[in-house]
Each structure stands twice: as C-alpha cells, then as structure tokens.
C-alpha cells in the first residue's frame, strides 16, 4: 500500500473537462482513492462525482444534459446573462429531487479532502472552498467555481461575488503541495505543451473592467499565471513528484462549443490515459 499523500487536480474547461470525467471515472472503477482532491470550475463538477463515487455521472452531464436549452444556450444568455444555467445544473438536476442527483451523504462520508477554487470578483483573488462549504441541495461553490467572466454573471456566496476559479489559480499544484501532497495527478483538457495566448481574454477583460476591474486585471493576466504554473508542473514531473494527463487533440471541443462525437472521444481519451495513474502513486 502506498504511503504517499496524494493529490489531484482537474483544472476544468468547460466542455473539454469531459477528458476529466473520463480520468475520474478511470479510477472510480480501479477503487483508487485520493487523498485529496481539487477542482476548477467544471473541473469542481468532476470532482463532487469521483467523491460521491458516482461513476457514468458526469459523462450522462456532457453528453445528454448539456443538450438541452436550459442548461447552456445562447437564449440563457440573452434572458439572464448566464449562457450556462448554474443553477439548473447544480440545483434543478443535481438536487435529491432532481433527474441525476449528487450522492452528497457519500461525497460528505468519503475522507478524502475537497477544496474549489474560484476567484473574487471584487479583488481578484483566489478562494478555496472546502467540503465544509457544502450541504445537501447547497453546491453553491461548485457554481461560483464554475462562472465564466462575461459568459456568466458572477456567483454570489454570502453577499461576494465569485468567477471561475480558473482566473485566479488555474492549476493550483503549488496549495496542493502546500496541503501536503507528495504525489500530485494534473488533469489539463488541452494539450500538454500548450501556452496560453493574452489574446482571447482581452476583449472579455475590457468588458469585465467596467463592472469587475480587479477580476477583469486577474483575467487579463490568466495566460501569465497558467504558463507560469504549467512550467511549474514540468518541473515537478521531472523531479517524480507530479503526474501531468492530458489529451493529444480537442476532439473539436472548446469551453463553450461541444459535439457528441467529440465529447465521447475526449472522455475515453481520458479513461485510456489515467492507465498511468497506478504505477505513479506506487513509484
């Protein structure tokens, strides 16, 4: 039996996190628990499964729900500024009265840790939310977590507003290390030798200045902050310490555009992939 701490983090991406799912559920059916788990806003989505134990969840999310109109649409943006439903998705169908409800009395039973991130809207900065933040029918860090800057109005929690965690703190090895990890699994849903480009959060970034300038600054900076910690994570894989997963190819996914096909594809690339996960946490 291993004796290492372990850590894994699913950094999300909207309909690219379905390669997470497919991680996840990997290791649902290997019985591999990790000591510790974070997600990223639909990374955070991910996550609450794999602790809830539910396996197939979160494919079912990807590739029946996100059909429908009320759960992402263009409509949704132009009636309530939210081109995902939040609510929909993590009350209406999540709830224990809902078509696919999370297993929230497991995902709370389960030892393992559980923090999301997301990001201030009034400052900037990241907040980690724990287990504790949760309760049944009340996944309210899972949707602030999960709010995409422009795409989405921010999240309210106790009166603050949230964005996706991905602005703040994209990869967060460095708090999993700082946590206590020794054995880090990265989950990226783009390839692995991508760098981000300041260009597509420019625009979004001007448009968010006019009502969040410090969450709009975060935004403009994201690419700094998530080459920064790829380099990191390279660093760390090269030491032993870090597994990176990733997918080859997009499948012809983006955060906000999907395809059935592609979404299968993108999700048993993943399953394939944490084939690796194993021998990492025994080495």
Do not use: W
Request: with cysteine; hydrophobic share 35%.
């Amino acid at each position: 039996m291993s004796t290492h701490h372990s850590a894994i983090i699913d950094v999300g991406g909207g309909y690219r996190a379905v390669y997470g799912a497919g991680v996840l559920d990997r290791l649902m059916d290997l019985g591999i628990q990790i000591d510790h788990c974070y997600g990223v806003s639909a990374g955070s989505a991910n996550m609450s499964s794999y602790l809830s134990g539910q396996s197939g969840r979160c494919y079912r999310f990807y590739m029946e729900y996100s059909t429908r109109r009320e759960y992402a649409s263009p409509s949704n943006f132009v009636k309530g500024r939210n081109f995902a439903n939040l609510d929909y998705i993590y009350g209406t169908l999540s709830n224990h009265d809902g078509e696919y409800p999370l297993d929230y009395e497991s995902l709370k039973a389960n030892p393992a840790q559980f923090t999301v991130v997301a990001t201030d809207a009034n400052d900037g900065s990241a907040r980690y939310f724990t287990k504790d933040d949760l309760s049944q029918d009340h996944y309210e860090p899972l949707m602030a977590s999960s709010a995409v800057p422009v795409a989405n109005q921010p999240y309210a929690i106790d009166g603050i507003p949230y964005f996706d965690g991905g602005m703040a703190d994209p990869i967060p090895l460095r708090k999993a290390f700082e946590d206590g990890a020794d054995r880090v699994i990265v989950i990226l849903t783009r390839q692995r030798d991508f760098m981000r480009s300041p260009k597509p959060d420019s625009l979004p970034a001007r448009i968010l200045s006019r009502t969040y300038p410090k969450a709009a600054e975060r935004l403009e900076h994201r690419y700094e902050t998530y080459n920064r910690e790829l380099k990191e994570a390279y660093q760390y894989e090269k030491e032993g310490s870090l597994l990176l997963l990733a997918p080859d190819e997009l499948c012809g996914l983006n955060t906000l555009t999907r395809n059935a096909e592609g979404l299968d594809r993108m999700y048993r690339k993943g399953y394939a992939n944490a084939a690796a996960i194993p021998a990492f946490l025994a080495s």
